[in-house]
Antibody
Framework: EVQLVESGGGLIQPGRSLRLSCIASGFNFGDYSMSWFRQAPGKGLEWVGFIRKKGYGGTTEYAASVRGRFTVSRDDSKGIVYLQMNSLRTEDTAVYYC????????????WGQGTLVTVSS | DIQMTQSPSSLSASVGDRVTITCRASQGIRNDLGWYQQKPEKAPKRLIYAAFNLESGVPSRFSGSGSGTEFTLTISSLQPEDFATYYCLQHNSFPWTFGQGTKVEIK
């Protein structure tokens, strides 16, 4: 069974850093690109970042709102994708979701349950 | 960036009604579009991928159509469990962008 489990959220002060993890199981993690999304309270969904599988270079893409502050990385040996969030702002407060981004039918088919990040002083 | 204009933003319909939600892309995205259902406090659930392909296990009352710039999600006979918010997402080019969402309420 495919599972994605996010962790690492919590209350953090503006300007500080936080790292989220998404632990994958039930599929060959190294064969999949992965993506992060977020949803601010009462708002719609927003794409945050993306990391290609190593076979596609392992390169990353980011939303303009987080570029230069957030970094997506992966550890294929552990089946984990990370979201390193630096210089956090109050507007980064959201539930953060990870999803696998395979090709065709396997594109964004499974999502984690989300982890809440609250940026507040 | 590709803008996704989703309409309506909300609707109220009766059980058994046919419901149609539309997403228009600001430029052509081939069929690189998915539809997602989200219930309160839950993760998004994929309903449709590549514009018209039904996710396994999703009831056949859901269908997707369109290509290029205009896409439609149709619920042929609305059921009480379909109360949710629906989003389209284009992944033709970065940044991926969602529509604003359509909140479906049951009359």
């Amino acid at each position: 069974e495919v599972q994605l489990v996010e962790s690492g959220g919590g209350l953090i002060q503006p300007g500080r850093s936080l790292r989220l993890s998404c632990i994958a199981s039930g599929f060959n993690f190294g064969d999949y690109s992965m993506s992060w999304f977020r949803q601010a309270p009462g708002k719609g969904l927003e794409w945050v970042g993306f990391i290609r599988k190593k076979g596609y270079g392992g390169t990353t893409e980011y939303a303009a709102s987080v570029r230069g502050r957030f970094t997506v990385s992966r550890d294929d040996s552990k089946g984990i994708v990370y979201l390193q969030m630096n210089s956090l702002r109050t507007e980064d407060t959201a539930v953060y979701y990870c999803s696998r981004a395979g090709l065709g039918w396997a594109f964004l088919d499974y999502w984690g349950q989300g982890t809440l990040v609250t940026v507040s002083s | 960036d590709i803008q996704m204009t989703q309409s309506p933003s909300s609707l109220s319909a009766s059980v058994g009604d046919r419901v149609t939600i539309t997403c228009r892309a600001s430029q052509g995205i081939r069929n690189d579009l998915g539809w997602y259902q989200q219930k309160p406090e839950k993760a998004p659930k994929r309903l449709i991928y590549a514009a018209f392909n039904l996710e396994s296990g999703v009831p056949s009352r859901f269908s997707g159509s369109g290509s290029g710039t205009e896409f439609t999600l149709t619920i042929s006979s609305l059921q009480p469990e379909d109360f949710a918010t629906y989003y389209c997402l284009q992944h033709n080019s970065f940044p991926w962008t969602f529509g604003q969402g359509t909140k479906v309420e049951i009359k």
